[in-house]
């Protein structure tokens, strides 16, 4: 590929679904961290479109199993516009976050976009959480743990509506990488809506590497792939600049590779990272790994190799 590839990165500095403050700091940590000199590394042309703006965060309890949900919708509905702008003038968006939920906006605008030009989606998700409770389900009413049941058409009218179609995507195009933590009612939601995870234990009997050929398998070059990142999927002795650690992640080579069989396959086109809060981390230096981490996402590696291609042609 010689194209000059196009990003905007777009910050969106709140913590609005998350129980633990700090994720609003995150878009500038990961611009102190380099991110547009990494890119620009690469031959990427990067512009950065700052911040967008929304409802500040007033701690307030869970209202009916939702905490701050007016605040998320409106959180989301910015977000959504703001990426399917940047996908509808062929721009590769990477949103900052800003806590999980969302998501919600940035995959429901990477979705319609899928539909106006025709292609199909394939989500990695990376996550020590699967994100997939319902107000029922969640034991905290933090909107961050529910995303992916919101992008399945499983939440509150107005989060499952944003994008025009509902569900917003189905269960078939997701594939969970990394997950540890998944609340008891969860599991079960998880099982009956037969998402694909690829939890811990299997990579840790099949390796990275094969859980990576797996959750890319099928692809084609009609394929639009987002990578929904995490930043608690990585094990918190790499990553503890995050609200929701869980021991027992991958470690910084398995997350290395992960990233590369992704950038192998060329059809990244969408990124979230998502979830860093620099209220946690240690002089920055989870947001450094992210950054090192993205770099890999847009295709640098240790030596010159040949493009192994998991794409079907
Ligand atoms: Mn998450």
Same mark, same amino acid.
């Given at each position: ?101 969302? &998501? ?5 605008? %990477? $979705?319609?976009? +899928?539909?106006?030009?025709? /292609?199909? *989606?394939?989500? !990695? ?15 905290? &009413? ?5 995303? %992916? $049941?919101?992008? +399945?058409?499983?939440?509150? /009218?107005? *989060?499952?509506? !944003? ?151």
């Amino acid at each position: 590929m010689t194209e000059l590839r196009a990003v905007s990165l777009i910050g969106a500095p709140t913590d609005i679904g998350a129980g633990t403050r700090g994720a609003s700091m995150g878009p500038e940590a990961i611009r102190i961290a380099n991110l547009v000199g990494a890119l620009k590394g690469q031959d990427v042309d990067v512009l950065d479109r700052g911040n967008l703006n929304g409802p500040f965060n007033p701690g307030l309890s869970p209202i009916n199993g939702f905490r701050h949900l007016q605040e998320v919708v409106e959180w989301n509905r910015t977000v959504h516009e703001a990426v399917y702008a940047e996908l509808k003038e062929q721009r590769l968006p990477i949103l900052l976050g800003g806590d999980h939920c969302l &998501g919600i906006g940035s995959i429901s605008a %990477v $979705a319609r976009h +899928c539909r106006d030009v025709n /292609k199909k *989606l394939r989500i !990695i998700w990376l996550d020590a959480h699967a994100d997939f409770n319902t107000s029922e389900l969640t034991p905290s &009413g933090n909107i961050h743990g529910m995303p %992916v $049941a919101c992008l +399945c058409g499983f939440g509150p /009218k107005e *989060l499952v509506e !944003i994008g025009g179609h509902v569900p917003a995507i189905s269960p078939k195009w997701i594939r969970q990488i990394g997950i540890r933590s998944v609340d008891a009612g969860e599991k079960k939601f998880v099982h009956d809506q037969d998402l694909d995870v690829f939890d811990m234990r299997f990579i840790d009997e099949m390796g990275m590497r094969h859980t990576m050929e797996l959750a890319l398998a099928g692809l084609d070059q009609n394929t639009h792939l987002h990578v929904s990142f995490d930043v608690d999927f990585l094990d918190p002795n790499i990553a503890p600049g995050v609200g929701t650690t869980i021991y027992g992640g991958p470690t910084y080579r398995e997350a290395q590779l992960c990233m590369e069989m992704i950038a192998d396959t060329g059809l990244m086109a969408s990124l979230d990272v998502m979830e860093l809060n620099p209220a946690l981390d240690v002089r920055n230096k989870t947001a450094e790994i992210a950054v090192d981490l993205i770099d890999s996402l847009f295709g640098k590696s240790t030596l010159m190799r040949r493009q192994k291609s998991y794409v079907e042609n």
